[in-house]
């Protein structure tokens, strides 16, 4: 039997609308869930997506790309390269599948939500597919990171993460939370355009980029083999953002924008910028941390924006600033709270790495490299207790991170604070009190790990803080993940020793 071609039947497979019969239209598509911005119907019904393709199609590509990444992973399992890999990519790959894994399923259910909830049936055909793509990308995650669960019991983070109260899992669900628990039309500039579009290609690209060069084939492939779905299904906001702009909705679509910019910026400078600048091993890295944010968000994202009639976010000079010293500072808590993350964590500071980051980012060692210096010296004397901070950090009640800023001579630590019904809450930066302020009935309830500790919910001590983030001294906290054997460069007497 001679099948018809596809453009002969995709049209009509695709208009699936009705007309309810049994509930209203409205309570078909509940506007708080749909559409809060009332765009037109005839408008959702002109929606045409970016992208052709059908189940039977999709299928077919899937299902080889899925046989190439497995088929590389058992093949190079066999060659035992775990094991031998440097402890910087060693831990990197671990932080990775404990931050990303169940994001990729909570990805899904927004997919979902949106062939649910989208009032256009064109949205709807392809977001059932955009939801197949991230199960494929959840389990795969799973998959892969269980591989290694025999040798390493952090590898469980994948799963595990986002079930306990961690202060990195904290940190992300909220900002997660906030891009996707909203109507279809926000939710879809938030996470296809700025998740997906701006940031997904630097952890995923820029990432495959550095494990190729660390001989890392197997997670190379595997972000390719993720990278090109996110690709493809993070158009699907295209025509949702033009229907805004032809109906007179620029400011809100801008809003909307800056907003999940700024929330997914500040996470992925935390996860990337550290995995980039300090944990990836010197040879391997193809491009700074700024670097890649200057390719992949600053100029390619920027044109994008552009193109669709959108300006640059209101802070886009806070946030060029922000590229070159948010994830340094950071990176100084990170690893001083070691203990408290799934992952060892690379202090990436030897003569050559200080080297590099100097060159990199010019000034470094006369800011970050003087604390280091601070650093290194206890821990060549074994006070290795005053590396460990003794208070808790006051975090912000946006990002839900540690408030950082830059030290040295160029001073600049400061609490963007705001009273807000009778309570004082924090923020790390200007940018993140904004957010607060167009919508503070969203976050105000929202406890932070400071509000938490006030309360008394987190027991005394630092066995007590660890086991509250569903750590098991001893078993799974991190560590040092060169077992301090960096501090030889400043001390080689006392390394030796
Ligand atoms: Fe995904
Ligand atoms: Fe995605």
Not at 288 to 293: L, T, Y
Not at 322 to 336: A, K, M, N, R
Request: a negative charge.
């Amino acid at each position: 039997m001679a099948l018809l071609k596809r453009s002969a039947w995709y049209d009509t497979a695709r208009n699936n609308s009705w007309t309810p019969k049994y509930v209203s239209f409205e309570e078909l598509y509940p506007r708080e869930l749909s559409d809060i911005f009332d765009l037109p119907l005839e408008e959702w019904e002109k929606f045409d997506e970016p992208y052709k393709d059908t189940f039977r199609d999709y299928v077919h590509v899937q299902r080889e790309k899925d046989a190439y990444a497995y088929s590389i992973r058992s093949a190079l399992e066999r060659s035992k390269l775990y094991d031998v890999a440097h402890p910087g990519w060693r831990n990197l790959v671990k932080a990775h599948y404990g931050g990303v894994s169940i994001v990729e399923a909570s990805a899904a259910i927004l997919q979902g939500r949106f062939a649910r909830f989208s009032k256009s049936p064109a949205m709807r055909s392809i977001c059932v597919l955009g939801m197949l793509d991230e199960i494929r990308h959840a389990q795969i995650h799973f998959w892969f990171a269980y591989e290694h669960i025999r040798k390493d019991p952090q590898f469980d983070w994948a799963i595990k993460a986002y079930h306990t109260k961690n202060w990195v899992a904290i940190s992300v669900i909220h900002m997660l939370d906030d891009l996707e628990q909203r109507d279809v039309v926000s939710s879809t500039i938030m996470t296809n355009l700025i998740f997906e579009v701006a940031f997904t290609n630097l952890q995923f690209i820029a990432l495959s980029a550095d494990a190729e060069r660390s001989g890392d084939h197997t997670f190379a492939h595997f972000l390719q083999s993720i990278q090109t779905d996110e690709a493809r299904h993070s158009q699907i906001c295209l025509p949702v953002i033009r229907m805004m702009m032809r109906n007179g909705k620029k400011a809100e679509a801008q809003e909307v924008m800056d907003i999940a910019f700024w929330r997914m910026y500040r996470i992925f400078a935390l996860v990337s910028g550290n995995a980039m600048d300090y944990g990836t091993p010197l040879h391997a890295r193809e491009r700074s941390f700024k670097e890649f944010m200057q390719e992949f968000v600053v100029t390619q994202f920027e044109r994008q924006i552009v193109d669709l009639g959108l300006d640059r976010p209101w802070y886009w000079d806070i946030f060029l600033r922000d590229i070159e010293t948010f994830h340094h500072q950071q990176h100084i808590g990170i690893w001083l709270w070691r203990c408290t993350l799934w992952w060892d964590d690379c202090a990436g500071v030897t003569a050559p790495e200080r080297a590099w980051l100097e060159e990199k980012y010019p000034g470094w060692s006369r800011t970050y490299g003087r604390l280091w210096d601070v650093i290194a010296e206890n821990v060549a004397e074994g006070r290795l207790e005053k590396t460990i901070p003794q208070a808790g950090a006051l975090i912000c009640n946006m990002s839900q991170l540690a408030m950082s800023g830059q030290c040295g001579d160029e001073w600049d630590v400061k609490d963007y604070y705001l009273d807000h019904e009778g309570k004082r809450y924090h923020f790390a930066s200007e940018v993140d009190r904004w957010i607060f302020t167009r919508n503070p009935d969203r976050y105000k309830d929202y406890p932070s790990f400071t509000d938490r500790e006030l309360a008394g919910e987190i027991p005394e001590g630092l066995h007590g803080f660890l086991t509250f983030m569903g750590l098991q001294p001893g078993y799974d906290t991190g560590t040092c993940a060169h077992g301090y054997s960096w501090i030889k460069d400043y001390y080689p007497k006392e390394a030796a020793e």
